[in-house]
């Protein structure tokens, strides 16, 4: 055994198998994670040379800072995480299953003689009658009790919470599980993001990191997207798209996607994001010939030059949505017939009447206006986080099964030694041992009980 | 609105049980303990029904879009003060060692002090990414867990204050003067023990909740941005700290030096992350 020991490759297993290993990655990455969030992270070079000039820079490049979560030497400490834990599981995972394989039936005179919970007892009662009676208790008690004759001698066991053995194998698992569900996300998943036009539809979307575009293999219509605000408040309370999913023209699903509510096909998820205005709105306008009273009503778009009566023409020069506090207001100005630009001037919608006061030779009034809008998408497909949620899932069930219950194992030992029968009762627990020590203090109780029975007994 | 006045209240009764709780290490007077306890349950009972109320005037103030007092930098730090005596008064239940609410109280004074006179208490209208169940899991699982941290390097103070002392001194029978009179330094290494033992479970979910909430509304669940990061710091120093329990090599000072760093650490995620990180560029902007 010590020459084995020396050898290379037990040596090169005992260091990936070692917690002492465990706990050094452990604070290594924790320290090492600092890194990426005090240096900015995938900016552009330019700003890594105007904040720590052109030296760092390289240096930064060269030590891999500037997408250090990427870096080879940060996977590489995750693999030796990886690896570390594997080994570890590998070695000790007998030890454990041992437990459930072969159960220590009959109690050791060691573990008799010096388990921190004991009773004794000694009585005139026959040990079978007193063991059938200690086994209900177990039963009751623990579960499930095996009884063994040996040397005429008569050994219960019980035990439970066994799986608590096995909590730290399945929090581990479970790492295993999220870091591969990780993996499977980022060879054959995306990210990517899209702008759709309300009333348009796209069959491609941009991926995030090359902006190169990816063919999602159906097509994707937005039928509608709207912004709902706070009463009296230019925040956004909420707002969504209506989404089509179209193949070969069918039309697959409907779905109202809004922010924290995506819509999934075959895979692929689109998030709203973002929106903003598609540019070119249509404004209403209603134009009275001052002199005749005759009113006219146009469609109109930002710079484009429209007819008006008698050879005059006007054009919208900008508009805003909220002009001050007045609400929505155009810029607009009257050419007249000898094609002479006529002086800008402000129309708001919620005050129709007021450009009768400027005394032109024609007066505007805004009905309303339509502005296209473009909802933006988050796109991911992500094959992998349903894998990552059962590993998360996985870890907290393992490592409250791990810290919070314990494998508790009783056993008694029934012998006739001098026409008396002697009762030992020994049981551990393989964690939190001042708690199980209390339980234990309160089964004595229940023990006495069912020894004293018939005759009251003499604790040894 | 009414309940900020009850937080004030609570901020008083904080402070007066935390006055109570030094005198008692002073006294040693077992009747100012018993009060100095009281206080600071009725202290907590007062928060809980401010939270109550806050939460009721969210639905008068913005009607149906009314919610849980969790969204905002003031109302999870409120919140933490709340976990923070919750999470004391569970463990003085089951240890009785009321010297632990003169190292515990600070802590829960602190923030409900600072929080009504640094943070806007404003109950304001709610960005469409924050309207999601996820955050309410999110800060309740953290910030119990930021509790258990607190409460761990509580008493890691007590016990690095206590061993110094212990291992010099050289008189027999029980060490007295003050140091005497804190609790062995076996019950503190073993609350320690305990407190991150429930602290990393709700982490962990505090982590995993957080993910699925950045799944639901950006599709990543995790992108390494520095809070996110950190709170990754965070959760590799206490499993460090709970597998280094394991060899049973680091019991006592080092694991009282680890529960230290751990709970500076966590501080540091959870106001650092945006006060000084925010400052050397614009994350989050
Ligand atoms: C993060 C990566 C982790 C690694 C690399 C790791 C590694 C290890 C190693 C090497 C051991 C020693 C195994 C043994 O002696 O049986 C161990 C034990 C243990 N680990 Fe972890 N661990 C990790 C995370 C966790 C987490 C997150 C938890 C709990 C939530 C956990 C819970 C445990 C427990 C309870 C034990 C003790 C097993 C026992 O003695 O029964 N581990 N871990």
Redesign the interface.
Known sequence: MTEKKNSLSDRVWDFFCSLKLTITIMLLLAVTSIIGTVIQQNAPAADYIKEYGQANYKLFVKLQFVDMYHSWWFIGLLGLFSINLICCSIKNFPRAWKFVKSPMLVASPGILKNSANRAEYTTKEDKQQLAGRLTDLLKKEFGKTTVTEVDGKLYLFAQKGIYSRFGAYMTHLSILIIMAGAIIGNLWGYKAYVNIVEGTSIKQVLSSSGQTPINLGFTVRCDNFSVIYYPNSRRPKDYYSDLVVLENGREMVHKRIEVNDPLTYKGITFYQASYGSAGNAIFKIKVTENATGKTMNFNARRGEHVKLPNGYSFSINGFTENDRQFGPAMQLHVNSPDGKHGRPFIVWQKYPQFDVKRAGTFSFALINYEEPQFTGLQVAKDPGVNIVWFGSFLMVFGSLTAFFFSHKRIWACLETAGGKTKLQVVANAHRNQPGFALAFDEFKQKLDAVVENKSPAKKG | MESGLLFNLVTVAYFAAMLLFFIYLATRNNTVSLLATLTAVSGFLLQTAALGLRWYESYQL?GS?GRAPLTNLYESVVFFSWSIVLIYLLVDLKYKQRTIGAFIMPFALFSQAGAQMWLNAGID?L???L??N?LTYHVITCFLGYAAFALACGVSIMYLIKIGKEEKYQGDGPMGGLLGFLPPTRVLD?INYRAI?IG??LL??GI?TG??WA????????S?D?KE??S??VW??Y??FL??R??RGWVGRRAAWLSVIGFA?TIFCYLG?NLV?SG??SYGS
Request: charged share 5%.
């Open positions: 913005l879009d209208p960005v469409p990414a309207q999601s996820w073993d033992m990393f479970p962990t979910l995993i993910a699925a799944n639901y509304a950006w599709g990543t669940y995790w390494w520095p990061t950190w990754l710091i590799f120093l499993a460090a597998h280094a394991f060899t650490a992350v990180l050397l560029h």
